[in-house]
């Protein structure tokens, strides 16, 4: 890829250090404990991210999203996020890749590459660009807030910011 101009984002790929201001990286090698269950069946990998939804009310909520997928070149315009309760994306098909991307309180977004085996939970509050498939339509466990209160802000950015191959 040649130099980026002012408007496009140059795509990182996603490690728990660069994705901290943000969230969680949820990957087994992430996991604060590990340890066999089920009579040695299946190895536990515990405690991978800090769900967040119990403000105002609220439970966790766990859904499955079905995104269609985008292709590169692609036109950030707005971002969301959610004041009430974090949000985990889990991928469900071992072939898909994603797209994050994620802002600060500037605004300026920054776009991860997620690998097949990569989820991430989003911290209460983080800009972020709705989701992002990638090659194909993929699945994606979610784990997110439920119940009172207004729990998505959205915001029409001031340009485009552009995400290239």
């Known amino acids: ?6 408007n496009e984002l140059c795509v990182a790929q996603l490690t728990r250090e660069a994705f901290a201001p943000f969230g969680d990286l949820i990957v087994a090698e992430s996991a604060a404990a590990r340890y ?4 040695g069946s299946s190895i536990r990998y515990h405690d991978l991210a800090r769900i967040d939804t119990g403000s105002e009310g609220g439970r966790p909520l ?6 269609q997928p985008h292709t590169l070149p692609f036109a950030v315009r707005m971002l969301e996020r959610h004041p ?3 949000q985990a994306f889990i991928p469900l098909d071992p072939a898909s ?16 590459l997620a690998l097949r085996s990569q ?14 498939a990638l090659d194909q339509v ?3 466990l979610v784990i997110d807030r439920g119940g009172p209160g207004e729990n998505c802000e959205e915001r029409v950015l001031e340009r485009e910011w552009w995400v290239r191959d």
Do not use: C, K
């Open 1 to 6: 890829m040649t130099e980026p101009r002012d």
């Open 36 to 39: 066999a269950i089920n009579e």
């Open 62 to 67: 766990l859904s499955l999203f079905r995104a």
């Open 84 to 86: 009430l309760g974090s």
């Open 97 to 112: 890749r994603y797209l994050v991307v994620v802002a600060g309180t500037d605004l300026i977004p920054q776009a991860f």
């Open 119 to 132: 989820g991430i939970n989003l911290r209460r509050g983080v800009w972020h660009h709705p989701l992002l």
């Open 138 to 140: 993929s699945d994606f």
